[in-house]
């Protein structure tokens, strides 16, 4: 059960720390490990603030404060801008252009959606690498 203190420490936290961790995160989003894990760090830090969840794992202490990793903040952020650009949310000249198939019902098989992306092969092996 979460103190007074740990529900005003996740308003806080939430509002003045967060929001500057991920403004402008479609824009700039960190591809490299050492980058993510730098931000990361500053929540871990900021998690350790709380007296009674000092002493817990980082883990632990994500769940007593019911707070996601910023990793996973970011990848959902980008399936919520993904499923927004493909539903058509947005004007078609400001996004990129996704191809998808469309399959008909005779070729939707389980686990399966209607919408599948078409991945593009690159001919140069600088787009092929993932930092």
Not at 15 to 36: F, G, Q, T
Request: aromatic share 12%; glycine share 2%; charged share 30%.
């Amino acid at each position: 059960m979460n103190t007074f203190l740990e529900i005003v420490f996740v308003t806080l936290y939430k509002s003045l720390v967060r929001s500057h961790l991920e403004y402008a995160n479609s824009v700039w989003y960190p591809k490299r490990k050492i980058d993510v894990d730098k931000l990361e760090r500053v929540q871990k830090r900021a998690t350790k603030l709380s007296p009674e969840l000092s002493k817990k794992s980082y883990s632990d202490r994500l769940k007593a404060l019911k707070l996601p990793t910023l990793k996973y903040r970011q990848y959902r952020g980008d399936m919520i801008e993904l499923f927004k650009i493909i539903k058509g949310i947005y004007h078609h000249a400001c996004v990129p252009h996704f191809e998808y198939t469309e399959l008909t019902d005779n070729l939707i098989r389980t686990r399966c959606n209607k919408f599948k992306l078409v991945e593009h092969h690159c001919h140069y092996e600088l787009r092929l690498k993932k930092i």
